[in-house]
């Protein structure tokens, strides 16, 4: 026979301040990830006391240094690149993760230069084009295409890394960008 449970208290300010906290200590985050967390627990199990802001506890930690948007964002676009992922992916998971304004502004630049250096990155994941065992015929050469554009790769550039035979080298796609 099982006892049944307490119910979890009220968050208070004390307590929610203890929960961003420690969500900080373990995870890289931006301030708007961190302000959507604190919410999600407000909705969770209530509240208790003055009203509570999340957001000017986001902005304390900032200042505070535990939190920093660019930084998280430049770690994020260089990992995400790693994997291949080009600049519309990247763009949108640094919009999904709260990253707005200067620090997504100033990440950009990062991105356009390794565009083709991703690309390649990409297609040699994929044995795409260059780095593929036979030529590809028409088919799938258009699935390639279509999953490099998933990948958040330009048409132009997807079809150009495509279209390039086996072996043949990719430098001038790294060299250009």
Same mark, same amino acid.
Request: charged share 25%; hydrophobic share 45%; aromatic share 6%.
């Given at each position: 026979?099982?006892?049944?449970?307490?119910?979890?208290?009220?968050? =208070?300010?004390?307590?929610? +301040?203890?929960? @961003?906290?420690?969500?900080?200590?373990?995870?890289?985050?931006?301030? /708007? $990830?961190?302000?959507?967390?604190?919410?999600?627990?407000?909705?969770?199990?209530?509240? =208790?006391? %003055?009203?509570?802001?999340?957001? &000017?506890?986001?902005?304390?930690? @900032? +200042?505070? /240094?535990?939190?920093? #948007?660019?930084?998280? %964002?430049?770690? $994020?676009?260089? @990992?995400?690149?790693?994997?291949?992922?080009?600049?519309?992916?990247?763009?949108?998971?640094?919009?999904?993760? /709260? !990253?707005?304004? +200067?620090? %997504?502004?100033? !990440?950009?630049?990062?991105?356009?230069?390794?565009?083709?250096?991703?690309?390649?990155?990409?297609?040699?994941? $994929?044995?795409?084009?260059?780095? @593929?065992?036979?030529?590809?015929?028409?088919?799938?050469? &258009?699935?390639?295409?279509?999953?490099?554009?998933?990948?958040?790769?330009?048409? =132009?550039? &997807?079809?150009?890394?495509?279209?390039? %035979?086996? /072996?043949?080298? !990719?430098?001038?796609?790294?060299?250009? #960008?």
């Amino acid at each position: 026979m099982s006892r049944p449970r307490r119910p979890i208290p009220p968050l =208070d300010a004390a307590a929610l +301040e203890r929960l @961003a906290l420690r969500y900080v200590e373990r995870f890289a985050t931006t301030r /708007g $990830k961190l302000v959507a967390y604190l919410n999600r627990k407000i909705r969770e199990r209530g509240w =208790d006391g %003055a009203p509570a802001d999340p957001v &000017a506890i986001a902005e304390r930690f @900032a +200042e505070l /240094g535990y939190i920093d #948007d660019r930084l998280y %964002a430049e770690s $994020k676009a260089a @990992a995400m690149a790693r994997r291949g992922l080009g600049a519309r992916r990247v763009a949108q998971a640094l919009h999904h993760a /709260g !990253v707005v304004g +200067e620090a %997504a502004d100033a !990440v950009v630049p990062q991105i356009a230069a390794r565009r083709g250096q991703t690309a390649v990155a990409f297609a040699r994941r $994929k044995r795409v084009g260059p780095f @593929a065992a036979v030529p590809a015929d028409r088919a799938l050469c &258009a699935r390639q295409v279509a999953a490099m554009v998933r990948a958040g790769h330009a048409p =132009d550039l &997807a079809w150009t890394i495509v279209r390039m %035979a086996p /072996g043949e080298s !990719v430098e001038p796609l790294l060299t250009d #960008d």
